[in-house]
């Protein structure tokens, strides 16, 4: 059996997409849980600077459905190139980890 860790994948995007994207991921399992914090993204788009508010999504997943939350968030994600970065955790407190990889089927 695949070894399934506890990761954070952060994700920005426009703070009226937010909630939604949140939602539908907790509500199909893909996340256990979504942060949402606002902050201001400074970013070069098609040969221009550009400054947006944004919110940063902050995804608790397991290891072994990365490439189904990746694809998911790509079909309700309304940027031509979303910003989708996982990172694995070094450590996890036990609990947290197992309520984690049971919300989302690890």
């Known amino acids: 059996m695949q070894n ?9 995007c426009r703070p009226d997409d937010a909630e939604k994207i949140a939602r539908v991921l907790v509500e199909e399992r ?3 849980c979504v942060n949402i914090i606002p902050v201001k993204s400074v970013y070069h788009w098609r040969d221009e600077l550009c400054r947006d508010e944004e919110s940063l999504l902050v995804i608790k997943s397991n290891s072994g459905i990365y490439k189904r939350l990746e694809k998911r968030i790509k079909d309700i994600h309304p940027y031509d190139v979303p910003e989708i970065v996982a990172v694995k955790t ?3 407190e036990d609990e947290y980890l197992k309520w984690v990889l049971k919300q989302t089927g690890g």
């Open 30 to 32: 893909f996340a256990a």
């Open 90 to 92: 070094e450590a996890v």
């Open 4 to 12: 399934v860790e506890l990761i954070i994948v952060f994700v920005t």
